[in-house]
């Protein structure tokens, strides 16, 4: 049990669709990243917030957009859904202090998205 | 730019063999080194991480993997597997800041006959 829970869990969206993906941290965790994992792939890195402000971006288009919430929650959306977006969306989550390293990181379980 | 080698897509053992799952990195710093496992259609679980220190480092359900700078490589390895071992593996490098932007490989599917 990692303490981060993601909705939907699976969906289906057609090609051009919009597509909202949900994540709830733990208490106190100000850090979220979300991965693309493709079938037979490991997680590609999409991008990350710390305290409520985008802090890196992987190499994703700008249809990939997301936001992170006061109550350690966050979101990723996915505008004009592609046939190649369909994949498991990760998110990881933990509480960065400055200064400090090492932090452990914590993954749901994801969320199946199949564009068709 | 950082990145993760796996070389070995699928590796079968009998129950009660010993495991040895190769990883090797290319970054420019110190890196923070991860092996998580993922079971079928599950999120990852975290067995281990290297950040400093001890350069062999033990993790959950009786796995280690050993940091090794010269070679860069972080092998895992485990001394007897059980069949609740069977899943895909992935060894990921990051930033030794501790953040997530981790770059992971592409797995190794392990499989374990009786």
């Known amino acids: 049990e990692t303490g981060v829970t993601q909705s939907p869990t699976h969906l289906i969206k057609t090609r051009g669709q919009q597509v909202t993906l949900r994540c709830s941290s733990q208490?106190?965790?100000?850090?979220v990243s979300w991965y693309q994992q493709a079938l037979g792939q490991g997680p590609q890195f999409i991008f990350q917030?710390?305290?409520?402000?985008?802090?890196g971006r992987g190499n994703f288009p700008p249809r990939f957009s997301g936001l992170q919430f006061p109550n350690y929650s966050s979101e990723l959306n996915v505008n004009a859904l592609e046939l190649d977006d369909s994949a498991l969306y990760l998110c990881?989550?933990?509480?960065?202090?400055?200064?400090?390293?090492?932090?452990?990181?914590?993954f749901g379980e994801g969320s199946w998205l199949t564009v068709v | 730019a950082q990145s993760v080698t796996q070389p070995d897509i699928h590796i079968t053992v009998s129950e009660g063999a010993s495991l040895e799952l190769r990883c090797n990195y290319s970054?420019?710093?110190?890196?923070?080194l991860f092996w998580y496992v993922q079971s079928p259609g599950q999120g990852l679980q975290l067995l281990l991480k290297?950040?400093?220190?001890?350069?062999l480092v033990q993790g959950i359900k009786g796995f280690e993997a050993e940091f090794k700078r010269s070679q860069s490589s972080f092998n895992l390895r485990k001394p007897s597997v059980h069949w609740s071992d069977a899943a895909e593996y992935f060894c990921?490098?990051?930033?030794?800041?501790?953040?997530?932007?981790?770059?992971f490989g592409t797995g190794t599917r392990l499989t374990i006959i009786p």
């Open positions: 970054y420019g710093a110190t890196p923070y």
């Open positions: 208490s106190g965790h100000n850090t």
């Open positions: 290297y950040f400093s220190g001890d350069t």
């Open positions: 917030y710390y305290r409520e402000e985008e802090n």
């Open positions: 990921a490098v990051g930033p030794n800041f501790g953040n997530e932007k981790l770059t």
């Open positions: 990881a989550s933990s509480s960065q202090k400055r200064g400090s390293s090492g932090n452990t990181i914590y």
